[in-house]
């Protein structure tokens, strides 16, 4: 039997994905960028790619070459410009929705792993009408969706029986002299390759057949966009290497991964600009009332809600750590209070979890620890058995007045 762990009930301040230490490879990485700039060649430079997705739009369901202009995507998904997926969702499915939205985290995706099952164990969790994911979480979302006993075994063997040799290799002084990052993902890229093969695009397809849908969020550097992919809708086309390749983008965090090519347009981790994919924000008219009923937004968030406080020492590294992992926390307390908005505009409950602040996962989601992700899934699964391990609302700590809380309570 798991030993069960209470959710955390103080107030939170979401350090949930750069915490100390991640956020000093960070800092490390800019310095030693600096420092090696003079001693590097010039890389050729690059033509900005004006290319349209054909499977991916910006969050609000419009063309990221021109945002004024909803996505062709998009409306071929839904009946027209102005109709909103879920609503359109709602009417192929025949019942309100049960969504699933999953956070970037590095290992401690292993949480939402071990949730996952426990929830499954538990006899409540759903079939996902949809889910979504970023970074760590684009890696959980496709067999998330999948859901069997079988998809979940897989779950547990990506983030309990991986080490950090199985997501990246580093590489020399001089290899780092000519890179774009300080650590080399193939190892990472083999890994996606194991678990998401010509079978799992069938699958998912299949799903998309059932009208259930499956979206990764990642970010393109050279528009500053956040861009949502119909991951659904590249696996019912076969496009194996590119649903692999947008998989890897997501999870590839900046500076110490390689950003990704597609299309000339080059991407990273989804999490650089939003940690979770926001629903019910596309359509270029506000939702209607849900055709039956209220449905849930679950959001399963792989850190932890609070980041106790300490005092910092005045050295430049932990000042620099200090502000970056700040600087993150605020776009994931963003992020948050969107996604509730969101779930408040579909008329919808807001349901999210993370990981206990008692559980021992160390400061670094990049170490791919394997005591640690196993501390992690452990208490995701006990905490998924808990009778009601949800909160209803994101945290508010301190940046949106109660009154503004209030409004988006009563969004509908």
Same mark, same amino acid.
């Given at each position: 039997?798991?030993?069960?762990?209470?959710?955390?009930?103080?107030?939170?301040?979401?350090?949930?994905?750069?915490?100390?230490?991640?956020?000093?490879?960070? %800092?490390?990485?800019?310095? &030693?960028?600096? /420092?090696? *700039?003079?001693? !590097?060649?010039?890389?050729? $430079?690059? #033509?900005?790619? +004006?290319?349209?997705?054909?499977?991916?739009?910006?969050?609000?369901?419009?063309?990221?070459?021109?945002?004024?202009?909803?996505?062709?995507?998009?409306?071929?998904?839904?009946?027209?410009?102005?109709?909103?997926?879920?609503?359109?969702?709602?009417?192929?499915?025949?019942h309100a929705l049960n969504i699933l939205s999953l956070s970037g985290g590095g290992q401690n995706g292993a949480f939402g792993a071990g949730f996952l099952i426990g929830w499954r164990e538990?006899?409540?969790?759903?079939?996902?009408?949809?889910?979504?994911?970023?970074?760590?979480?684009?890696? %959980?979302?496709?067999?998330? &969706?999948?859901? /069997?006993? *079988?998809?979940? !075994?897989?779950?547990?063997? $990506?983030? #309990?029986?991986? +080490?950090?040799?199985?997501?990246?290799?580093?590489?020399?002084?001089?290899?780092?002299?000519?890179?774009?990052?300080?650590?080399?993902?193939?190892?990472?890229?083999?890994?996606?390759?194991?678990?998401?093969?010509?079978?799992?695009?069938?699958?998912?397809?299949?799903?998309?057949?059932?009208?259930?849908?499956?979206?990764?969020?990642?970010?393109?550097?050279?528009?500053?966009?956040?861009?949502?992919?119909?991951?659904?809708?590249?696996?019912?086309?076969?496009?194996?290497?590119?649903?692999?390749?947008?998989?890897?983008?997501?999870?590839?965090?900046?500076?110490?991964?390689?950003?990704?090519?597609?299309?000339?347009?080059?991407?990273?981790?989804?999490?650089?600009?939003?940690?979770?994919?926001?629903?019910?924000?596309?359509?270029?008219?506000?939702?209607?009332?849900?055709?039956?009923?209220?449905?849930?937004?679950?959001?399963?968030?792989?850190?932890?809600?609070?980041?106790?406080?300490?005092?910092?020492?005045?050295?430049?590294?932990?000042?620099?750590?200090?502000?970056?992992?700040?600087?993150?926390?605020?776009?994931?307390?963003?992020?948050?209070?969107?996604?509730?908005?969101?779930?408040?505009?579909?008329?919808?409950?807001?349901?999210?979890?993370?990981?206990?602040?008692?559980?021992?996962?160390?400061?670094?989601?990049?170490?791919?620890?394997?005591?640690?992700?196993?501390?992690?899934?452990?208490?995701?699964?006990?905490?998924?058995?808990?009778?009601?391990?949800?909160?209803?609302?994101?945290?508010?700590?301190?940046?949106?007045?109660?009154?503004?809380?209030?409004?988006?309570?009563?969004?509908?």
């Open positions: 039997m798991h030993k069960k762990i209470a959710p955390a009930n103080t107030p939170l301040s979401l350090a949930h994905i750069i915490v100390r230490r991640r956020a000093k490879v960070f %800092l490390t990485a800019c310095l &030693l960028t600096l /420092t090696l *700039a003079g001693c !590097a060649s010039t890389p050729p $430079m690059r #033509t900005l790619s +004006t290319k349209e997705p054909a499977y991916a739009s910006l969050p609000n369901g419009h063309n990221p070459m021109n945002p004024d202009q909803v996505s062709s995507m998009y409306v071929a998904m839904a009946s027209g410009a102005d109709e909103n997926i879920a609503r359109e969702m709602e009417r192929k499915r025949g538990s006899g409540r969790r759903p079939e996902f009408d949809m889910v979504s994911g970023v970074s760590t979480g684009a890696l %959980l979302a496709t067999h998330a &969706l999948l859901g /069997t006993p *079988a998809d979940d !075994a897989i779950l547990e063997q $990506m983030y #309990t029986q991986v +080490t950090d040799k199985d997501i990246y290799e580093g590489r020399s002084i001089f290899g780092i002299l000519s890179s774009d990052s300080l650590r080399d993902t193939a190892p990472l890229q083999a890994l996606i390759a194991k678990y998401i093969t010509a079978e799992t695009l069938q699958r998912v397809a299949a799903a998309f057949d059932d009208n259930r849908l499956l979206l990764v969020g990642t970010t393109n550097v050279d528009y500053g966009q956040t861009w949502v992919w119909n991951m659904s809708l590249l696996a019912k086309h076969g496009e194996l290497d590119l649903y692999r390749k947008v998989l890897l983008a997501s999870a590839s965090f900046p500076i110490v991964f390689p950003p990704v090519e597609i299309d000339g347009h080059l991407f990273v981790d989804g999490a650089a600009r939003s940690n979770v994919v926001i629903v019910g924000m596309a359509g270029s008219e506000r939702a209607g009332p849900p055709l039956y009923g209220p449905g849930n937004v679950y959001l399963i968030s792989n850190g932890r809600f609070q980041h106790p406080p300490a005092a910092l020492r005045r050295a430049l590294g932990d000042v620099a750590a200090t502000t970056v992992g700040v600087m993150m926390d605020q776009s994931m307390q963003t992020a948050l209070t969107r996604s509730y908005f969101g779930a408040q505009v579909l008329g919808y409950a807001f349901k999210m979890v993370a990981i206990p602040d008692e559980v021992q996962i160390g400061n670094d989601p990049l170490a791919f620890d394997p005591e640690q992700m196993r501390a992690a899934f452990d208490a995701g699964r006990a905490l998924a058995q808990q009778p009601e391990p949800w909160l209803g609302r994101p945290p508010n700590t301190g940046d949106i007045p109660p009154w503004a809380m209030e409004a988006i309570d009563n969004a509908m």
